[in-house]
Nanobody
């Protein structure tokens, strides 16, 4: 599976951006697509994930109510809609795909559960 993330940019606090993650290759083997982010000088952190089948989602607390993950199966694309952005959302955002099935939501919050990663797209939120 190959992943291509796009849509990052510079936005003012309170603004919105939509990131895209286009998947190609063996996409039928994907069980979940997650979004992670890494701010400068910090560790990579989990943002949220979506199950490829069924479309259920799960988010980290800091983005609940502001970020929404959706998918377009026909386009093999997952989106991260980010609203009410804050300066602390500034980071490189990565999408990742997992070829393993885990029934619990907590499993997909770990980067170790994902075998395929996109190249990252930078989101900068100015105050």
């Amino acid at each position: 599976v190959q992943l291509q993330a796009s849509g990052g940019g510079l936005v003012q606090a309170g603004g919105s951006l939509r990131l895209s993650c286009a998947a190609s290759g063996r996409t039928f083997s994907t069980y979940a697509v997650g979004w992670f982010r890494q701010a400068s000088g910090k560790e990579r952190e989990f943002v949220g994930f979506i199950r490829w089948s069924g479309g259920s989602t799960y988010y980290t607390d800091s983005v609940k109510g502001r970020f929404t993950i959706s998918r377009d199966n026909a386009k093999n694309t997952v989106y991260l809609q980010m609203n009410n952005l804050k300066p602390e959302d500034t980071a490189v955002y990565y999408c990742a795909a997992s070829a393993r099935y885990y029934s619990g939501t907590a499993y997909y919050s770990s980067a170790l559960r994902y075998e395929y990663w996109g190249q990252g797209t930078l989101v900068t939120v100015s105050s």
